[in-house]
């Protein structure tokens, strides 16, 4: 069974960072790219990152949204078959839950979620910015 489960969330201050988990079961990621999504209350969900895999040697490949792009950093460990986001500078507006899963590519047209097979979005983990 396919299992993500989220977490590293937590209430921080503007300008704080917080680094969050994700660790996936039920397959091995190392053959697949893989991103962090976000959904802010009352918003659609939103592409964050995404990130290559060893498999097609892409592994350090990586995509930023706009609003994220130097302040946060996508990573994995396959081995541990966990995927990372260091969020730094955090803001007000980056207040969202959080999710990861496989996508279909690791580039801005293709950062996004591979509806089958892969199970279904984890709970989250809830992310607050505020002063």
């Known amino acids: 069974q396919v299992q993500y489960v989220e977490y590293g969330g937590g209430s921080v201050q503007p300008g704080g960072s917080l680094r969050l988990s994700c660790v996936v079961s039920g397959f091995r990621i190392q053959y697949y790219n893989v991103g962090w999504f976000r959904q802010a209350p009352g918003k659609p969900r939103e592409e964050v990152s995404c990130i290559g895999n060893s498999e097609d040697n892409t592994e350090r490949m990586t995509y930023y949204d706009d609003a994220v792009r130097g302040r946060f950093t996508i990573s994995r460990d396959d081995a541990k078959n966990t995927v990372f986001l260091q969020m730094n500078t955090l803001k007000p507006e980056d207040t969202a839950v959080y999710y990861c899963?496989?996508?279909?590519?690791?580039?801005?047209?293709?950062?996004?979620?591979?509806?089958?097979?892969?199970?279904?979005w984890g709970q989250g983990t809830q992310v607050t910015v505020s002063s």
């Open positions: 899963t496989v996508t279909h590519g690791w580039s801005k047209q293709q950062c996004r979620r591979r509806e089958y097979g892969f199970g279904s």
